[in-house]
């Protein structure tokens, strides 16, 4: 489980900029479909990439993340349509009721490790799908909160050549910056020395524990965190999706979320964004040749769980590594 | 809020609460054990009910509307689903065992996935239905309440499983043998008990009791896509509220959780599924081992 140690040839090469730069250039291709799966998947990857605060930093596994991400759809949706804000504070509104929700549950959560943290995660999680099921006059209940107004993109005119193109690729550019400024944040969370006790945490809590480190309070915040971060790409989705739907907070959701991070792995910073796309992709490709998607990806991770341990970012890092050394020798 | 007095309203919220409670106790009881013996917690263990009740209903097809024709569905499912639990241990779940509990969950999940689309694509996706055997669907009438025959005999079949497994567990010599694997894998196999057989053993049984739970709850609700998915967060509570890999827990916990169902109803009708949450964290936030569990390390 070693993270992967690039070269110092690789290194030179700014590749998060080179990634980003990638991003920005698929509207140019024209097409409304390709817009359209690019921005899902950078809300997808800015989602997993919060959960993976919790389970690759920290070690711990959250299965209801989805509610963080449900909370902020639901309070950026509510906040624009019922209340009349603008776009950007109730985007902002919408992370800070995923953090609050989050602190509220993690306080409890945090007390419990291993596969009780799991279940209690899971259980607050349920505890939120069944209030926005059931809150017909705040949620719209089963029903779900449909006709989530888009953010007003006028200032955009006057950027040469984006000014000029079509609502669903500025609302791309829209999602593509501020979910490259909400994973660059969560990257220098985890590269600070805040992260680094995070894995300390990771490897050995009790150990962590010893040396004075405060493992639970270190576990409520990233854990507070991660609902943040969640709720802030909840509030993006909601909007992409046109509606908000109670499904958002269901367990498969945190389900599909976890598999997205596990199989880009976990172990490296861009390994659940890598899955979030991987995931996005083989669905659509897959769904275009039959209905029985899910069957597939169970097949898919089966073939994981016996072939690649580390996720698909971990083999790739484990060829990288291997090219480069035979490079290096010659 | 006259209702709350009327003893003929509570009598019949009792029934239809002990009822679901007897029903996920079938369920919930082979979850907890394969979670107290294995340590795994088999999200997959909904979709063997699932393949339980579409087993069933495709042998009543064939075995015809008659109360042996039932028996025979059930057996048939049952042994059906024992069968497909023992191919999943020995040539998938075996492997799982050392992995960290994320892949464990994961790999269940995955089988989850795998299940409900075979299912789909065997069995298609419009809901089916299995008439109550002619012997049980009769009905007796007590203080005004109707008492239909096949939820007596669902009331009767919980409390009669459990005793089943507590004869098996206290008072045989597998029954050591499987608490002592609960206790320490290793020791047991150094001692010189083949564990993985065990271990096989305990899913197959676990399977059957699935599969068997499927096949009765078919006469009353619908066989449809998507049962998998619905009875295992209920099973879910259950265990956890009565404790992970405990029988008596399981039982305390399927009563708690229907009788909160039916009566949770008169206290606040749309947010009776809310509640069962609220006693899961509750209970997960004071003792997270359940109400009778034991720690797990």
Known sequence: MTPAMPTASARRIPWTFVLFLVAAAIPALG???????ATDIVIFAMFATSLNLLL?????????HAAYFGVGAYVCAIFMKDLGLPFLPAWLMGGLGGALFAAIFGFFCVRLTSVYFSMLTMAFAQIVWAICFKWNDVTGGEQGYPNV?????AWMEWIPWIGGLRTDQKFFYLTLIL????????????????????????????????IGINVRLYRLIVF??????????????????RGVFPDFCYWPKSAEVLIMTILGGIHNFWGPSLGAALLIL????????????????????LVLLFAFPGGVAGAVSALARRAFSFIAKG | MSELLDPVFLLGQLRSGLTTAMFLFLIASGLSLIFGVLKIINFAHGSLYMIGAYIAWNMTLVLGRTSLGFLGAVVVASLGVAALGFLVERFLLRFMYRREELYQLLFTYALVLIFSDACKFIWGTQPHSVSRPPLLSGSFDLLGVRFPHYDIFIILLGPIIAFGFWVLLNRTSYGRIIRAAALDREMLGALGTNVSWLYTGMFVLASFLAGLSGALVSPIKSVVPGMDVEIIIEAFIVVVIGGLGSLWGTLLGSLIYGLTLAFGILI??????????????????????????RPVK
């Open chain 2, 268 to 293: 606040f009708p749309r947010f009776s599924i809310f509640a069962a949450f609220v006693i899961m964290a509750a209970v997960l936030i004071v003792r997270p081992w359940g109400l009778m569990g």
């Open chain 1, 31 to 37: 097409s409304r479909y390709y817009t359209f799966l």
């Open chain 1, 149 to 153: 107004p888009m953010p007003s993109l």
């Open chain 1, 282 to 301: 083989l669905n659509q490709y897959i769904v275009s040749y039959t209905e029985f998607w899910p069957f597939v990806l169970g097949l898919i991770l």
């Open chain 1, 224 to 241: 507070t965190l991660a609902g943040g971060f969640a709720g802030l790409a909840g509030g993006l989705f909601g909007i992409f999706n």
């Open chain 1, 56 to 64: 690759g930093v920290t070690g711990l596994v959250p299965f209801g």
């Open chain 1, 179 to 210: 979910a490259a400024l909400s994973i660059a944040a969560m990257r220098r969370i985890v590269h600070s020395p805040f992260g680094r006790v995070l894995t300390t945490i990771r490897d050995n809590a009790e150990r962590a524990q010893f």
